[in-house]
């Protein structure tokens, strides 16, 4: 079997991988994709509620904490990996596409916000900040690609996450150019436009299959080895990502069923988005 990479991309072969993206999504229409940023810097307003009640909140306080913190936060990475249901990765100069790894210019270490635990386990995971500020992405110029690829109007598209409040408030963001709308439906509209209709995050579906934890460890409970990089890397964990959706729709046995049940149901949202009929 071809060896795995990871495509690095920065400014100056963006146009080219957004170009050979394009050209692989015909034939491998499942996109997952991971987002590496500076930690969390807010939390819930009211200080009587601990650290280890927040998986506790409503939906709507939990998209508002969320969009406190994508609102004031820059994206450091963005990983992409294609696939089809069956799990088979592009081909590309003899070598399997495992994911495309954005490095992204925006955030400065210097004057952005940021937690500074976060950045060392970042810094510790191999992500060079300088690099990334030197030759690194601009969002604007990744969202005028995006846009003029026809990435966002290709309907029959499906979009993977894991966890992905965060991964898809800061693709609405930087798609938009603006902050995250103040009601939770509103957001979820945008997702629909940019994304399309069909949008999964595999933590609901891994529940259901009666697996619990973080990306690592459902991907042990599903026997799946880490192919290639390391945890918080955005490519490395766009990668996983899809191998544990791809290997749940197994486990599950019914794709179909999965891909009508679990459609924009995500994890600390699914009130509200159960109840969202627009996207349906």
Known sequence: MAEIEI???????????????QGFLHQFPIISMDTEFPGTVFTIKTTDITKHLLSSLSAADTYAVMKRNVDAL???????????SAGALPLHDGRRVGAWEFNFADFDLASDLHNPDSLSLLRRQGIDFARNRLAGVDSRSFALLFKLSGLAALRRVA???FHGAYDLGFMVKILTGRRLPDALGDFVALVN??????????KPVARACGLHGGLEAIGKGLSLERALGRSHQAGSDSLLTMLVFVELMKKFGKEKQIMEEFNYVFFGLTEAL???EGVR
């Open 159 to 161: 979009w993977v996450t």
């Open 74 to 84: 820059r994206l450091i990475q963005l990983g992409l990996t294609l696939s089809d």
């Open 193 to 202: 436009v940019h994304l399309g209709p069909r949008v999964y995050d595999a």
């Open 7 to 21: 495509r690095k991309v920065w400014a100056s072969n963006l146009a080219a991988e957004i170009a050979l993206i």
């Open 274 to 276: 159960l109840h969202y």
